[in-house]
């Protein structure tokens, strides 16, 4: 009769350290979120001139993962949307054909979602994800270095290059097709996220 009892025990005693334990890795977990306090910069160049459009809007959410030292150690999730027609250059015109070029009537985003990700110990993450761009997706990988503020706030930058054939756009032309855009665009990204 008493081993049946001591087996419950030790079961229960068991199945009690594995809610504990689980409970500890959702502690670690945090959400941030950070909402029109982007930087994002697209630059590319021209037969003209180098180019250059700005957007503070855009909406980032990460779950981050945090050690008991307050040291960040990964993420599990990230999405990051921003708006087309957030991009501002200065010249309507020139917005007006990024912004056809990029067929914003029909897909007003640009959305990049982690698929995989790494925190490493020089103050860097490394991602893999989905990128889509103009309706198309495709497989990106992304750099990042980050900061852990004062605050606890987070501020992740980097830089993302991409040529606009890999996603069916159509480098714009100006003034009549005799001024063209080139190929490749950089990203520079700057953001803050806080917690949620």
Not at 124 to 140: E, F, P, V
Request: aromatic content about 8%; glycine content about 6%.
């Amino acid at each position: 009769m008493k081993r049946p009892y001591s087996l419950f025990m030790k079961s229960s005693s068991l199945l009690i350290l594995c809610f504990l334990l689980l409970y500890q890795v959702t502690k670690a977990q945090v959400k941030y979120h950070s909402k029109d306090y982007v930087n994002l910069l697209v630059s590319g160049s021209s037969t003209l001139h180098d180019w250059d459009m700005k957007s503070a809007k855009g909406n980032c959410t990460v779950l981050f993962n945090f050690n008991k030292a307050g040291e960040l150690t990964g993420l599990s999730t990230l999405k990051f949307v921003t708006p087309v027609e957030g991009l501002k250059s200065g010249h309507s015109g020139m917005d007006r054909n990024a912004y056809n070029a990029l067929k914003a009537d029909k897909n007003p985003t640009i959305v990049f979602i982690l698929t995989s990700g790494t925190v490493e110990a020089d103050s860097t993450i490394k991602c893999n994800g989905k990128l889509t761009i103009a309706g198309l997706t495709k497989d990106a990988d992304l750099m990042a270095s980050y900061k852990i503020n004062a605050d606890k706030s987070v501020t992740v930058s980097g830089i993302k290059k991409i040529s606009m054939s890999d996603f069916n756009i159509t480098a714009p032309s100006f003034m009549m097709g005799a001024i063209k855009t080139g190929n490749e665009i950089s990203f520079k990204f700057d953001l803050t996220l806080s917690k949620q």
